[in-house]
């Protein structure tokens, strides 16, 4: 007996490091803040380690210059500001997508298979990428990190989106 897998109806996707490499506009921002505290640059190999748990603990990480570790609140506090500024005008300017990833969403829209966006960066920088790097049609439903009160990898977004 042959085992048939079905359709799924609809795909949730993350963004950065799945559709897009987000990494050289965080990498730009980070070395502008640094820049602007009068700080050393940290670099795009660097900043491609401290990804994945969101801007405030990339700044924290770039602030301290490793992994681990958290930076005075004073330095925090002048430091966000500045780079949530940069990013808000540089969010996907040197970001790009992946190989084939246009040719991979055309294919589940022409299946028939609905297509959803599911992402713990804000908003305002989810839709500007999605927008900017002609992805946004692909979906039908986004789910930034501010949407909810909860953030993957909490099940709340990826349940939301389901519905």
Not at 72 to 77: E, I, P, V
């Amino acid at each position: 007996m042959a085992n048939t897998l079905k359709k799924p109806e609809m795909v949730l996707i993350d963004l950065d490091g799945t559709l897009v490499d987000s990494v050289p506009d965080l990498a730009w921002c980070v070395d502008e803040t640094m820049k602007a505290l009068d700080m050393p640059v940290r670099g795009e190999t660097k900043v491609r380690n401290w990804v994945g748990n969101g801007v405030p603990r990339l700044i924290e990480r770039a602030l301290v210059d490793q992994l681990d570790g958290s930076p005075s609140d004073a330095l925090y506090a002048q430091a966000a500001p500045i780079f949530m500024a940069l990013y808000a005008d540089n969010a996907s300017k040197r970001s790009q997508l992946y190989p084939s990833v246009i040719e991979g969403l055309q294919w589940l829209k022409d299946q028939n298979i609905r297509i959803g966006c599911v992402t713990n960066k804000d908003e305002q920088f989810t839709l500007k990428i999605l927008k900017d790097l002609g992805l946004f049609a692909f979906f039908e439903i986004v789910i930034s990190g501010d949407t909810l009160p909860l953030k993957k990898p909490d099940p709340a977004p990826l349940l939301h989106g389901a519905k």
